[in-house]
C-alpha cells in the first residue's frame, strides 16, 4: 500500500456483504399511487359514501347508479343491506376499528355490521389497525375456532407414484386440505386419482382439490375424486375482472353449480391481482380487494383464499404491502368467509421475510393458515415456491412449539413417515392394477418411498402419466371403481376411509363456512364457532394437542445426556486415573501452578462441550505448564463447581499464586490469588469451541503469569456460532450433574493423576 | 321446499339428524357402506347430493345468519337435475362476450325456469343479461 498518497475509500465494505444476502434479489418498489403502487391510499380510492332512494341504492364510494360498474352492480343489489346500509355508513371509521379490537364486541355484531359497509368503509377502518391490531382482530373474528393447514402435494413429473406417498405424508403431518395442479394439464386425472387415494391413508378426514381447468375441475368432482375447489378467481376491477374472462354473476353461477355437486368451495382473490393484470384504475391494494370480498360474500361462496395469493410477493415489495395482506385477510373473515389465509407464494428470498410473514398467522390462528404450504420440495411445487416448503416443514413444527401455537400441523417420527409412504404407493399399485392402469414395479415404489423429490426417483414420466389419465378420463373411472379396486386387493381400511369422504357429499354437511374434518366429525362455523371474547376463551391447546406440537424430533433428555457420558466414561478409565493423595494445602514453591478441577470432571463427565475428552485436555493444560519450567499440581475441589471460584480457590493453594480453574464442560480460567473472583486474567468461556491446541497455551499462560511474564492471551476465535442455541440445553444438564456433586464443608484433594502409557 | 325446522343444534345432519339425510336413490346413510359398493348396491348416483340436502343446509346457514350462503344452497339445489354438459354451456354463456345479446341469456332462464323449476337461478341470469347489456359486455372477445 503507498502510504503517501491515503486511498479514500469509496464505500463501507459492509453493503458489498449486504449486496450478497438473498434478501437483496427481492424487488422492492416505490409507493406510485398513480400507477397502482400503493398499498392502502391509491391516487383513486374514494372516500366511502352511500345515498339510498325508495330503497334501493343511487350513491355508493362516490359513484352515482347511472355510472355503476358491473362490480358496483352486485355489491349494491347483493352485498349491501339496503335496510340498514344508511346507519351502519354513518358510524366513524375509528368507532368500528376499535369495535374490532375491543374483546367485548362479540364476532357476530361486527359481521351484521359488515353487511352494511361498502368496500371504501371496510377498507377505511381495517387501514387505521396497526399489524398488532389486524392479527389480534384476526384471530378474533375468524368464523371457525379450530385452526387449520392446506398444503400442496404436486410434482415435477406428474409421477402418480409419488403424488400418493406424498399425499398420504401430508396427511400424516396433519394438513386438513391438500391441493394439487398438473405440470401437463392433460395429466389431471391420474393426479387427481393419487391424490385422492393417498389422502385416504392413514386417516381419513383430508379434503382434496385438483386445481385445473374450470369445466375439467367440475368434472373430476364429480368423478368423485377431489372433494373441494377453489379456483374461483375475483377481481376488484372491470376490466381485470373481463380479462380474466368472467364476470361476478358467471363465477356465482359456478359457486352454485359447486353446490349443486356436492363439492366444498371458496373464492380465490387477493392484493396485487389487478395490478399485475395492469387494470388497477390507480386504486390501491386494499381498497380492491375489498371489493372482491364484498362480492365473494354476495355471491353466496362459504369462503375465500385471499392475502395476496399470486400476487403476494408484489404486495410485499410494496411498502405497508405485508401489513396490508393482514389487513385483507381481516376483510375476509370481519365478512364472515372462510379464509385461507395466503402464505401460499415464496414472498421473498429471505429466510428472516419468510419467519416473520408467518408469525402473526400462526399466533392469532386461521382456518388455513396457508392457502398452500408447499409439503414438497421447491423445486417439485407445480404452482411454484410456497412461503413455507417441503425444506422448512420442520422450522414450522418448531415454531409451533416455540410459541405454544397450533399451526394445524404436528410432528411424525420417522417409522410412521416410512409406513404410511409404503403403504400409499402399494394401495395405489393395487388400484392401477386392478382398473388396469399399469403395473408399478417395487423398483419404483422403493425409489418413491424413499426420494424426498422426484429428482431422486425412478418412476414415471409425464409422457407415461399422460396415457394413464387419458385412460382414467375415457373410461370414466370414478371413485366408486377406486373403492372398489382398494377393498378388492385388501385395502380395506383406504376404502372405507375414501368412501367416508365422498359420502360427506350426501348430507353437505361440509359444505357450510369453514367446514373441516377432525377425528371423522365435520366441525365448521356452525358447530365450533370462535367464541373469543378474551384471554382463556376462543382457541385453547389441549393438553393432548399441546403433546402433539411439542414432541419434535431429538430432543435432549437427562438420561441421554447421562447415557452418553456413560459411553465415555469407558474410554476414559482406560486413559487415566484420578487418586486422590491427602487434602490439599497451600503450596510452599513459587513454580508451581494449581489446576483447580470441578466436583464432576473425570468422575461422572467425561468430555467437554467441544467433544476433548477430559484426559487429552489435562494433559495439554499440564504439558504447557511444563512447556515454561513449571509444575503442574491437581487439586479436585468440591465446595464448588463455578470456573470462577475454582480458579481463585486454585490460586489461593498455589505457590505462585496462579491457579486454573476447570470444568468438566470445559469451561476454563486462569486466575490470581489477589484478584476478585469475576476479575480473573484470562477465561475460555466458549467451551464448545475451545480446541486442544487453546488447552495447550492456556496451560504455558498459566506459566508465564507465574513467572511474572505478561503473555498474550489466548484468543478462541468465535465465527458468530449460536453456541447458545447449539449447547445451553446440553450445558444446562451436565452443569445440573456438577452442581449436584457439590458439598460445602468438603476439603479440596491433592489429585495424583496417572495417563495411560505413563508408569 | 319442506317445512322441517332446523336449529344450528341439528348441524350436522349426517350425526345429528341421520334421518333426514338420503342419496339420490333413497339409499340413508348406513346402507351407503363399503360392502354395498363391493357387491355393487351402492353407485356413484347414491353418493350426489340431493336437492332437499342442500335446502337443509340453507336453512342450517340461516340459524347463523349467513342469508347469502342460504341463498347460494337454494340456487345449487335448483341446479342438481341441469345435466352436467348443460351446466358448463350456461357458465360458458355467462363468460363475457360469449352471448351477442340478452335474449339467449333471457332463453337459458325461461328453459331453467320451465324444465327444473329453477326460479332463483333463472332470475339470477336475467339480472346478468340486463347488466351485461348496461356494460357492454355481449361485445365479442375473440
Known sequence: MDQSTPHKPNRWRRFSQWDERPLRLDNFAVDDPENGFSAMNGANDPQPDIEVKNGRIVVMDGVGVADFDMIDMFIARHHLDVATVVETMAMPSAEIARMLVDMNVPRTDLVKLAHGLTPAKLAEVVAQLTAMELSFAYSKMRARKTPGNQGHVTNAKDDPLQLVADAATAVAFGFDEIETTMRVSRNAWSNALACCVGAAVGRWGTLFQCSSEEAEELQIGMAGFSSYAETVSVYGTEKAFIDGDDTPWSKAFLTSAYASRGIKMRCTSGAAAELLMGFHEKKSLLYLEARCLCMQRAMGAQGTQNGGIDGAPLAASIAGGVRELMAENLLAVWLDLECASGNDARSSESEIRIGAKILPYLISGSD????????????????????????????????????????????????????????????????????????????????????????????????????????????????????????????????????????????????????IIRNGRVISAINDANDYSGPGSGYQLSEQRREEIINIRDQLTRDAVLHKEKTFQTLETTQI????????????????????????????????????????????????????????????????????????????????????????????????????????????????????????????????????????????????????????????????????????????????????GEK | MDDEKLEAQDYPLAEMRRDLVRGRRGKSLDQLDLAAVENGDVVMEDLKITARALELQAKIARTGNREKLAENFERGAELVEVPQDYLMEIYELLRPGRARDKHVLEKVAENLRATYNANHMARFIEEAAEVYEARGLFASRF
Open chain 1, 368 to 515: 388455513f393458515i396457508c392457502s398452500g404450504f408447499g409439503t414438497i420440495l421447491k423445486y417439485d411445487n407445480s404452482f411454484n415456491a410456497s412461503l413455507f416448503n417441503g425444506e422448512e416443514l420442520e422450522e414450522f413444527l418448531v415454531l409451533q412449539r416455540d410459541f405454544e401455537a397450533d399451526g394445524g400441523l404436528a410432528p411424525v417420527d420417522e417409522a410412521r413417515i416410512l409406513d404410511v409412504r409404503s403403504r400409499a404407493v402399494d394401495a395405489l399399485a393395487a388400484v392401477f392394477e386392478e382398473l388396469d392402469l399399469g403395473s408399478p414395479t417395487e423398483h419404483m415404489k422403493n425409489s418413491v418411498v424413499a426420494a424426498s423429490g422426484s429428482d431422486e426417483t425412478e418412476s414415471y414420466m409425464p409422457r407415461d402419466v399422460a396415457l394413464i389419465s387419458d385412460k382414467i378420463k375415457t373410461r370414466g373411472i370414478t371413485v366408486v371403481d377406486v373403492i372398489k379396486a382398494l377393498a378388492k386387493r385388501g385395502f380395506n381400511q383406504e376404502a372405507e376411509h375414501l368412501l367416508s369422504l365422498v359420502k360427506l357429499r350426501v348430507s353437505g354437511d361440509y359444505l357450510q363456512t369453514s367446514a
Open chain 1, 577 to 756: 486415573t484420578y487418586t486422590k493423595v491427602t487434602d490439599a494445602e497451600r503450596g510452599e514453591r513459587d513454580d508451581e501452578v494449581v489446576i483447580g478441577i470441578s466436583p464432576a470432571f473425570g468422575l461422572k463427565l467425561f468430555r467437554t462441550t467441544g467433544d476433548h475428552p477430559l484426559s487429552q485436555v489435562l494433559a495439554e493444560l499440564m504439558a504447557g505448564i511444563k512447556a515454561k519450567g513449571l509444575r503442574p499440581r491437581i487439586v479436585r475441589f468440591h465446595h464448588t463447581a463455578d470456573t470462577s471460584f475454582l480458579g481463585l480457590s486454585a490460586a489461593s493453594l498455589s505457590g505462585s499464586g496462579i491457579g486454573i480453574g476447570i470444568q468438566a464442560k470445559g469451561t476454563a480460567v486462569i486466575h490470581h490469588i489477589d484478584r476478585l473472583p469475576h476479575n480473573n486474567l484470562e477465561l475460555f468461556s466458549n467451551a464448545p469451541i475451545t480446541r486442544l491446541e487453546h488447552y495447550r497455551k492456556f496451560g504455558e499462560n498459566a506459566g508465564d503469569y507465574a513467572k511474572g511474564i505478561l503473555p498474550e492471551p489466548v484468543v478462541v476465535p468465535t465465527r458468530g456460532e449460536a453456541l447458545g442455541a447449539r449447547f445451553h440445553a446440553r450445558v444446562a444438564l451436565i452443569y445440573a450433574i456438577e452442581t449436584s456433586l457439590t458439598e460445602d464443608e468438603k476439603l479440596p484433594e491433592e489429585i495424583d493423576v496417572q495417563f495411560a
